[in-house]
């Protein structure tokens, strides 16, 4: 949980500064003057998601893309890699998150956000494997916790029936107790009458 936890940290700091380098490099002039529209959905997509609103800002980035392919359309995919990206979007999705972030290299390899985006396929690329190894860890783990349970529940059982055969013995015990002098009492009785006779 601790691992879980210190991932989860580090996730939001490396988002904290990609859109901090993003927003940065985002607003300089990457392909001189873009076309004020575009511009603007951009800001708009911006705003929805630094306020949690991923389902729009990816509904406006793409729009923006479609819109504007020739100025706007690296910081629209990288936007979408963003998006995608992000660990509280309820649609999160890595693959399509490189997806976006491989478009900027190879379709726009003068952007001047193809750094970034090499930076993001290796930490995204990184992070799926961690988490393609998590689910074939935990896939392997299933049935040894099964297997760890049903053992469990057979001590328990056999727990159960040492208490019973515990508890057996030891009436066993009390009635040879409750036995011992009835039969010296017997034995005296019968010794008494022998040595009377």
């Given at each position: 949980?601790?691992?879980?936890?210190?991932?989860?940290?580090?996730?939001?700091?490396?988002?904290?500064?990609?859109?901090?380098?993003?927003t940065?490099?985002?607003?300089?002039?990457?392909h001189?003057?873009?076309?004020?529209?575009?511009?603007?959905?951009?800001?708009?997509?911006?705003?929805?998601?630094?306020?949690?609103?991923?389902?729009?800002?990816?509904?406006?980035?793409?729009?923006?893309?479609?819109?504007?392919?020739?100025?706007?359309?690296?910081?629209?995919?990288?936007?979408?890699?963003?998006?995608?990206?992000?660990?509280?979007?309820?649609?999160?999705?890595?693959?399509?998150?490189?997806?976006?972030?491989?478009?900027?290299?190879?379709?726009?390899?003068?952007?001047?956000?193809?750094?970034?985006?090499?930076?993001?396929?290796?930490?995204?690329?990184?992070?799926?494997?961690?988490?393609?190894?998590?689910?074939?860890?935990?896939?392997?783990?299933?049935?040894?916790?099964?297997?760890?349970?049903?053992?469990?529940?057979?001590?328990?059982?056999?727990?159960?029936?040492?208490?019973?055969?515990?508890?057996?013995?030891?009436?066993?015990?009390?009635?040879?107790?409750?036995?011992?002098?009835?039969?010296e009492?017997?034995?005296?009785?019968?010794?008494?009458?022998?040595s009377?006779?």
């Open positions: 949980m601790g691992a879980k936890q210190t991932r989860t940290g580090q996730q939001f700091l490396l988002f904290v500064t990609g859109t901090l380098i993003w940065l490099t985002a607003t300089g002039c990457l001189g003057p873009p076309q004020p529209q575009g511009e603007k959905q951009l800001l708009e997509a911006r705003k929805r998601f630094a306020s949690g609103d991923y389902r729009n800002a990816l509904e406006i980035s793409q729009r923006t893309l479609a819109q504007d392919p020739a100025s706007l359309a690296d910081q629209s995919l990288f936007q979408i890699g963003m998006i995608y990206a992000h660990p509280d979007n309820p649609d999160r999705d890595i693959q399509k998150a490189l997806q976006s972030f491989q478009g900027i290299i190879d379709r726009y390899p003068a952007s001047l956000l193809k750094p970034e985006a090499h930076l993001w396929l290796a930490v995204l690329g990184q992070l799926s494997a961690q988490e393609n190894q998590i689910r074939f860890l935990t896939q392997r783990n299933a049935p040894l916790e099964k297997a760890l349970k049903m053992q469990k529940k057979k001590i328990s059982r056999l727990e159960d029936q040492l208490e019973k055969l515990k508890r057996i013995d030891i009436h066993i015990e009390e009635k040879k107790r409750e036995a011992i002098p009835q039969t009492e017997l034995e005296e009785n019968g010794n008494g009458k022998n009377g006779s």
